[in-house]
């Protein structure tokens, strides 16, 4: 389309398919009228071939190399001084007409940000750009296309294809296969190497031990890659390659962002492996899970051995083993169970309150992710008795959008938690807004309102305080308005209230009301003979 950004990329994991996918789409386009030319420039270092990986001559690098090959190619008699200025003036409008021009293996380029700028400042439609590439995150304003793994039926049908072609259709079985196409994460070129060394031996092996023995191949798919890394990106990595399972995303944020770690942004990070087809993000209902495919992990535990913070590593995978092992089948049970048995974990762990304070930057972290973590910090506090920090933990909790349930659940649970610690300012606080959460029982109103006429019998001078006032009215208002489900003693309770907001009209006018249902009810006489004598 002549009227979109000129400049596409097609990336993905080495030996992924990138190259093969685009000498199929060219090979379509040059029987069209599309395009008038088409030029391919590889900057491949490395061919894959079923027996391993070959080196080869990278035949462009940079601006030079590209702009000399394509006047050698097209202009072979002709005598260009300033080849570069030549070939950027090609990219606006190529003398032969529409062009398509392709480069393969870019991320290899001397300096890929810097040619692609260069190719960005230059080119412009009806002419294209075509980029092969296992990097993208320095190629801005173009459309990235990424190429993934194979289906399984994809998967099924290179696997018939190849052990036909190698008469091994009666060794391979249906289970063989599966594991195939699992440990593989679809990529290609690792099927072929599995298949092959099933060829050459005659007999299916462990396919994890065979991945691992093929070191070069392991290079050749990842090293440049890995090596084009940040630095947190390569701390990210090879912390996931430590521990053979799948990982909630909040979990490795939360172990790589404790304070004894130096901080990084784990989740560019995490962009950054992910464009850079290290691993795989799958989403359930609730969070993100990481995966690392089995050679990329392979390749990371070596890696990892000579990484100089490979002990810190070890030290978070500690910490991320107690998340439990997760993997593509049970990551649909969400991440609840994940966080539960993490802090279940830390619990047996922990032998006081001190050691529970040096894990709460990391805990709190998962709960300012997933509220319901509140709820085992709270029981934590609580087992060591530290009640300011269950009040803590409930009211973090409470900030959250809870159900109507669990809202006035823990509303209920703070206010005796103050009670019992004599924090009258926070139980009165709780009570009030535990009457105000849509659906509770009137019996529940009911009991907040007693438990507030209770306090006040005791400390008479705080009804003269303005907001306790306000306390009382908000209460008084949120009773009134359900009054019709109100029995004689909920009748006596709201008439103290008004009593102790210095409303002694409208009290006896409610505990009448009360005694007219039942005019023996003891609340309601006690409270008239109180009225009355006033």
Sequence with gaps: MEDRFPIITLKGRGGIGKTSLAIHVVRELAFTNRYDIIIWFSARDIDLHLEGPKQVQTKVLNQKDIAQDYCKLLYPDKKIDDKVDFFSKELTANSFGK??????????MTNPVEVFEWINTFIR????????????????????????????NECRELINVLSSKFNILDIITEKYIEELITESDGHPYIIKILLGEVAKTKKIRNIQRIVAENDKVLSALFKRTFNALSPAAKRVFLTLCSWSSSIPQIAIEAVLWRPENEKIDVQGAIDE???????ELFNDAEETFVNVPLAAAIFGKTELE???EKLKILDDRNLLLEFGATNQKNINNGLAPRIERKFSEVAKRINSLDEFKVELPSLEYIASRFPRAWIHICNIYQEYDDFDGVKYAIRELLKTSLPNEEKSKYWLKLADICKFTKDWDGESHALSELVTVQGITFELISDCANRINYYFYYHPEEKQVEYKQLLLQKIIG?????IKEATPTDYSRLAWLLLNNNNSTLALEYVEKGLAIDNYNSHCLRLIEKINAR
């Design 99 to 108: 062009a398509l021009y392709i480069f393969d293996n870019f991320e290899t």
């Design 306 to 308: 000579v990484y100089p």
């Design 273 to 279: 492996l992910q464009k850079s087809s290290f691993i």
């Design 478 to 482: 949120t009773m009134i308005k359900r």
């Design 125 to 152: 439609n009806p002419n294209k750009v075509l980029i092969t590439s296992r990097i993208s995150r320095n190629f801005k304003a173009d459309y990235p296309i990424e190429v993934g793994g194979m289906s399984d």
